[in-house]
């Protein structure tokens, strides 16, 4: 019996210690064929102090996903004043800024910019918060 409970146990860790993707898939849209995945989104907001991945529904006032050159942002709470910016990261120049009074919903259409790493800043009201993400 005690073999029996010790086999179970090397099973289980073996099966829950696989690494996770990097990119977890949010979505199939059948409507359109759309993939989105999720970008890891870090910074601090009103409900946050420290520089962290924020990853409890409650703490994250901002979800980011793409979809091949289309980045999309959810905002799961009403933050005003939003200045949402894009910069290239090894030339630091800016390939996006918008401001949005209370956005919702956002698609940022990066079809014309070149592959390689990008920084994504939102910034509004006691929140700023980034993310680090590849074309």
Known sequence: MAKLFFFLFIISTALYSQ???AEEVLKYD????LVWYSV???GHSSNSSDDKILRS???TPVKAFMCEKTMRLDF???IKDVIITVVNASTGEVV??????TPEVVFINLDAEEAGDYR???????TALWAEFSL
């Open 40 to 42: 890891p989104v870090r």
């Open 120 to 126: 994504l800043d939102v910034t509004g009201d006691a």
């Open 76 to 78: 799961s709470s009403s």
């Open 19 to 21: 690494p996770v993707a």
């Open 96 to 101: 996006y800024s918008e401001n949005f009074a």
């Open 57 to 59: 529904p409650a703490l």
């Open 30 to 33: 059948v409507t359109n064929g």
